[in-house]
């Protein structure tokens, strides 16, 4: 044969099967590019010496792996589907007389030229938009450092790699297929009648137990701490529901349709119905990837929003003041600590860089873990029972009016108590091996000022305020008993609001760290947070990023989807529009039932991805509050946002792919 | 008045950018009348398809008019063509043309479906003509699972459902063992000795010879027209056959 045949036949079948490879080409365009612009980032030295760049890396790294998961699972799901669609092209090459050894060689200069457009195509998209995204990072990491253009040769070299193994698979699966299958079978393999579903009532039963399964734990798990733990449970849950549901539930909901005479022998419901019963096999699949997909993006999305939005709420919580001190006394040396000497240190810090103190506030606290009991609260170096574990925090009542302003008069065994979960108990008891200490509930609070950064303990904490530093000290007592060398230590908070800028306040921390060697303290900690500042946003920014990052990823995934779903099945449906057409339906009819058709197939996945976010939320609410992320109604906006802007997308998905689709049915 | 009345049909095939044309119908006559049993017979090539297709309003000629029951075609509207063909018309096609994703009931109520007929009416439609036609107990099947002449006559039961005026039936067996093909021939008589009119576009002599009346088509003009009368079948089947070969032997020398 010719040399050039080949050659030159590999790429007029790309030509000629535009309207399948040009997505698949411009997939792998996209995910080169996405590749190559995380990779460069990842690489950057100029990114390296930031502040808060381990965070950044460390995204990075994160976005790098499930892009290259994403990368293999997604080209070969979209190489397969062609390959189908081509049978009938191939079988006919066999037969006209090349062998297929010819074919294979075909195969091979088109998995060539895909590689070679699809990669070199992606790096340059990837080369130019890198410092487009770059700036955009930046802007969202609250770094302000200008780069030069660069190109990484470190990531070129990556993706290069990457993605001519994942094309080499692809091809590899291609002559695999070839070898396997002789030319009649893939002539005829359109044609092989699809029969009609069965129910498969177990399956349904499956999917409706496994979704509620997983939805039973979203909306019923109480503490943060254990919705990291279930969260994982609840999605594999959802997502195996989902996959039943779209196979099995649509299904027997269709059958009972049909099996309504009023409804489904009526023009639009007949042809509409009929063809989703049909293809629902096939299909189930494909729309149960569309909505999983969907929802992933969702809730990535609009959980690093709020994250991300909420940075500033966060930083209030867990820096008080512009300025916090930290200090932990040994209770047995409590009488030693020079409270005064450090409020004046930390005073002058100030004044000396020539602030003006705008806020201070001070207080000591002490907290321990204890074991629920039967109506009491038991503290103990094993853990004795299984029934959860809460923290207790005290603080005197002189304390309290300081950060309160309200004054307090209790006796020696009163208390007033804050707790998150609503337990109205009168008493709070607590008992050690040989202690038994027993308080009475002079008052349940409904608030308490931020105290330490307990809420970051991700347990069930309840705040206690006691008369003085010797109901303190009796506290102390018992727990160092129990608890003897893993026993906690007072804490004392020194908070300090100043008209400073950022960077003299970070200069003043610095400062009165010095303060450490003036006693025997074990652990001074001094904190800005200006500098906290700086990392929650390289944090919390990075993942806003990779959120939208591996959003925009999924969504495009989500389209490729949707787009070839609806061109092979417009293939499909041709001839029976064509019959349609010859037995007496209009244009304009076959326009509307199309148009119903599509409606619900695009749109069932979008539902169901919006109810799973909406079962969603509750537990995301919980596993945010870990951030400290408490803004509710901020949450709340992100999701809703982020479901009208995916909705908004998606429906300009839909138009697009109703138009080719009726193109090609109506096409003579 | 005739039932059906082809007057001076023409049609040419013009490639998209103008450069060829062919001449597929160059100048049809002819008349059908209510109840009769036509069969259109030609070489591959000869205008047949063309003609059907023009029939039913499925494609435009380019001269010359198409009445049925006084009715010219070309002044439906576009909008109602559709529904035209549907009350009017019914059709039997070679391939069968049923859809694999209704079952065999629902296949033949989809005329009436589009129709906006109510469920209770086409029970009542369906009950006596799938009985006719033998099909009841495969109503609830699918065209896959059934035979060949099984699908053929669902076809014809889909295409009679409506009351058509006339039914086009192009090749319809075609695809369709011997077996198969006495059955449904005999079905075209019974069908036709109820009163049925019937235009049957085919290949074959045998299927040819059951009609009442032959038309020959050749290069676009019927060529020549034979009637039954009172021939048996094997008579007709003989007459036809001399007239093909005369029409591909000596047709020519004549022509």
């Known amino acids: 044969m010719r040399k050039g045949l080949f050659p030159s036949l590999a790429w007029q079948n790309l030509r000629k099967n535009g309207k399948f490879y040009l997505p698949y080409i411009l997939t792998v365009i996209c995910t080169v590019a996405g590749f190559y612009i995380i990779n460069a980032i990842a690489s950057d030295k100029g990114v390296a010496e930031l502040r808060g760049a381990s965070y950044v890396y460390t995204m990075m790294s994160w976005g790098n792996f499930i892009i290259s998961i994403f990368a293999v699972i997604f080209l070969l799901y979209t190489n397969s589907f062609l390959m189908k669609r081509r049978n009938k092209e191939l079988a006919l090459y066999n037969i006209l007389g090349m062998g297929k050894r010819h074919i294979a060689r075909i195969l091979c200069f088109e998995a060539l030229y895909v590689a070679l457009i699809g990669i070199t195509g992606g790096l340059l998209c990837g080369i130019l938009l890198h410092k487009l995204v770059t700036l955009a990072l930046f802007k969202l990491l609250r770094f302000d450092v200008p780069f030069g253009f660069s190109v990484s040769a470190v990531a070129i070299k990556s993706s290069v790699t990457l993605f001519s193994v994942i094309i080499g698979i692809t091809l590899v699966q291609n002559l695999y297929r070839i070898r396997k299958v002789n030319p009649i079978e893939l002539l005829n393999s359109a044609n092989a009648g699809e029969r009609e579903p069965k129910s498969k009532r177990l399956l349904a039963l499956i999917g409706v137990l496994t979704l509620g399964g997983g939805y039973y734990i979203a909306l019923t798990t109480e503490s943060a701490i254990k919705a990291i733990s279930v969260y994982f449970l609840a999605v594999l849950l959802v997502i195996v529901g989902t996959y039943c549901l779209f196979t099995a539930v649509s299904i027997v909901v269709l059958k009972l349709l049909r099996k309504n005479k009023r409804i489904y022998y009526k023009t639009k419901h007949f042809i509409g119905i009929s063809g989703m019963l049909y293809r629902m096999k096939q299909n189930a699949v494909g729309l149960a990837n569309i909505c999983i997909l969907s929802t992933m993006v969702l809730v990535m999305v609009s959980g690093t929003l709020a994250l991300y939005l909420g940075t500033e709420d966060e930083l209030k919580h867990l820096y008080p003041g512009q300025i916090v001190t930290e200090v932990s006394i040994d209770g047995e040396k409590l009488n030693d600590f020079k409270k005064d000497m450090l409020t004046e240190k930390i005073k002058d810090t100030v004044q000396k860089n020539r602030g003006e103190i705008k806020k201070f506030e001070e207080y000591t606290y002490l907290t321990f873990s204890a074991e629920k009991g039967e109506g009491y609260y038991y503290i103990n170096n094993e853990r004795k029972f299984n029934t959860g574990y809460v923290q207790l925090c005290f603080i005197t009542e002189k304390d309290y009016s300081k950060l309160t302003g309200r004054e307090v008069k209790l006796k020696e065994d009163e208390i007033l108590l804050y707790g998150i979960t609503t337990d109205q108990s009168e008493n709070l008891r607590i008992e050690a091996e040989n202690y038994s200490l027993k308080y009475t509930v002079a008052e349940h609070l409904d608030s308490f000022p931020a105290i330490g950064d307990l809420t970051t303990y991700m347990i069930n904490t309840f705040f206690a305020v006691v008369k003085d530093e010797q109901v303190m000290d009796v506290l102390y007592k018992v727990q160092k008993s129990a608890f003897k060398e893993y026993a906690s230590d007072f804490e004392w908070v020194a908070v300090v609001d100043t008209d400073l800028n950022e960077e003299m306040q970070i200069k003043c921390a610095k400062e009165i760290s010095s303060a450490r060697d003036t006693g025997d303290y074990n652990r001074f900690q001094v904190m800005s947070r200006a500098e906290g500042s700086a990392r929650f946003y390289a944090m919390n920014g990075g993942f806003l990023f990779l959120g939208i990052f591996l959003g925009l990823l999924f969504i495009m995934a989500t389209v490729l989807i949707i787009y070839y779903k609806q061109i092979s099945e417009g293939y499909d449906d041709k001839g029976r529009f064509e019959i349609m057409q010859k037995v007496g339906l209009p244009k304009k009819e076959i326009k509307r039932s199309i148009g119903t058709q599509i409606l619900v197939i695009f749109f069932a996945p979008l539902a169901v991805a919006a109810i799973h976010v909406a079962f969603d939320f509750k537990i995301m609410l919980k596993l945010l509050s870990l951030f400290s992320i408490t803004n509710n109604r901020l949450t709340m906006l992100c999701t809703v946002g982020t479901l009208l802007g995916f909705a908004v997308v998606y429906g300009m998905v839909y138009a697009l792919t109703a138009r080719t689709y009726y193109k090609i049915v109506s096409a003579n | ?255």
Do not use: W
């Open chain 2, 1 to 255: 008045m005739a039932l059906l009345e082809v007057r001076n049909l023409k049609k040419v095939y013009t490639s998209r950018f103008g450069g060829n044309h062919v001449q597929a119908l160059s100048d049809v006559n002819f008349t059908v009348e209510a109840g009769e049993y036509v069969s259109i017979m030609g070489e591959s090539g000869s205008g047949k398809t063309t003609l059907l297709n023009i029939l039913a309003a499925l494609d435009k000629p380019t001269g010359g008019e198409v009445l049925l029951s006084g009715m010219n075609l070309a002044n439906v509207k576009d909008m109602d063509i559709a529904a035209f063909r549907r009350d009017n018309i019914g059709f039997v096609f070679q391939d069968f043309n049923l859809l694999d994703t209704f079952s065999i009931k629902d296949n033949i109520f989809l005329p009436l479906v589009l129709a906006g007929k109510s469920y209770k009416e086409m029970e009542d439609r369906i009950k006596p003509l799938a009985a006719k036609l033998g099909i009841t107990d495969i109503l609830n099947k699918y065209p896959y699972e059934v035979s060949g002449g099984q699908k053929q006559r669902t076809a014809v039961c889909r295409a009679l459902i409506t009351n058509p005026q006339i039914i086009l039936a192009d090749e319809p067996t075609g695809s369709l063992d011997s077996k198969a093909t006495d059955q449904l021939l005999n079905l075209f008589e019974r069908i036709n000795e109820d009163g049925q009119t019937i235009l049957m576009v085919t290949h074959s002599v045998k299927a040819a010879s059951h009609a009442k009346r032959v038309l020959f088509i050749k290069d676009g003009t019927v060529y020549h027209q034979i009637y039954r009368g009172n021939c048996s079948f094997d008579e007709m089947y003989q007459k036809i056959s001399d007239t093909l070969t005369l029409l591909t032997t000596g047709g020519d020398r004549n022509a």
